[in-house]
């Protein structure tokens, strides 16, 4: 597909450049300390100010070109007509459908093979529940049987402070 490019002169854009041109001259002016620096920036920052006034009004028109052929493709072609063959959209069409119904078959086993295992994982989930009430249940009795013990060795140490005090008062 050929297309061909209208070239303008974009005046607008043409006098954005001189007027930025024009400030940057006014300020090596201004840098170096050269005479007409001023009226140099003058000029140019009136050319942009008037510009961009300008600018403001500016409507540009954009004409758009679609790419049929990129849809189509048959637009391409240098037949001047287009017959389907019908036979072969009828094969598609049912070359789709086999194609549909065995991935609803995959999906199918797809589920059931996920809902067996979400069964397993609650199972899973019930059991260690049950597990964690027998292990709590074991802990809190080993923590009581420690502190009986630890009193126990308490007691013990006292008896055996008396002890030692009863052998050093002789």
Do not use: C
């Not at 260690?128 to 923590?143: A, F, G, L, R």
């Amino acid at each position: 597909m050929n297309t061909t490019i209208d070239r303008k002169f974009d005046y607008v854009n043409f006098f954005y450049g001189i007027g930025a041109a024009i400030i940057l001259i006014a300020a090596m002016f201004k840098f170096l300390g050269w005479n007409f620096g001023d009226i140099l920036f003058i000029i140019g920052l009136t050319t942009e100010a008037t510009i961009f006034l300008i600018s403001a009004f500016e409507w540009k028109y954009f004409k758009q070109e679609y790419q049929w052929d990129r849809v189509f493709p048959q637009l391409v072609s240098d037949k001047e007509t287009f017959e389907p063959d019908l036979k072969m959209m009828e094969g598609t069409h049912e070359q789709q459908i086999s194609k549909i119904m065995e991935s609803l078959v995959t999906l199918h086993s797809s589920v059931i093979s996920l809902n067996t295992a979400t069964k397993k994982l609650s199972d899973s989930i019930e059991k260690i529940d049950k597990n964690y009430d027998i292990i709590s249940e074991s802990t809190n009795s080993y923590q009581k049987e420690l502190n009986s013990l630890r009193n126990k060795l308490a007691s013990a140490n006292d008896h055996l402070k008396d002890f030692d005090n009863f052998k050093i008062g002789k």
